[in-house]
């Protein structure tokens, strides 16, 4: 139930049964999170985590701002910690950067958090996020 960001150049469409999470990412980035996150249940505690994310960055260290970055994550959830990767790309007004990152927290049934770093030809961008199911 958490994310991570990857690097694809597509519109996501979510499984029917896929979660939605929204969020906030802060620190060397700020901006909104949304995620769709469907969960596979495994063996006792276990989950594996896929899910496309979406970032609309309001500022970036380096003075950027308006970036969108899409992609995707993969990770597992382990007694309420989340472990994850993603690719994806970042939209920075007409050039599209490819990334990776990780993204490591903990997760409840309703709230999550924890901290991310993301990856690019330029350096790397780090900070925190925090995320809440959204209940229809």
């Given amino acids: 139930v958490l994310f991570v960001l ?10 029917a049964d896929s979660e939605k999470w929204i969020g906030k990412i802060s620190g060397m980035a700020k901006g909104d999170l949304e995620l769709f996150i469907k969960q596979t249940h495994g063996q006792d505690d276990f989950y594996s985590v896929t899910g496309p994310f979406i970032m609309n960055l309001e500022t970036t260290a380096g003075g950027y701002g308006s970036v969108t970055v899409s992609g ?62 959204v209940v229809e």
């Fill in 72 to 133: 995707l994550i993969k990770g597992k959830i382990k007694n309420g910690i989340m472990k994850s990767k993603f690719f994806g790309d970042a939209q920075v007004e007409f050039n599209t950067y490819q990334i990776s990152g990780e993204m490591i927290g903990t997760i409840s049934k309703t709230q999550a958090l924890g901290t991310w770093e993301i990856r690019h030809i330029e350096g790397s961008h780090s900070g925190k996020w925090t995320a809440e199911k």
């Fill in 6 to 15: 990857g690097c694809a150049s597509t519109q996501f469409v979510p499984d």
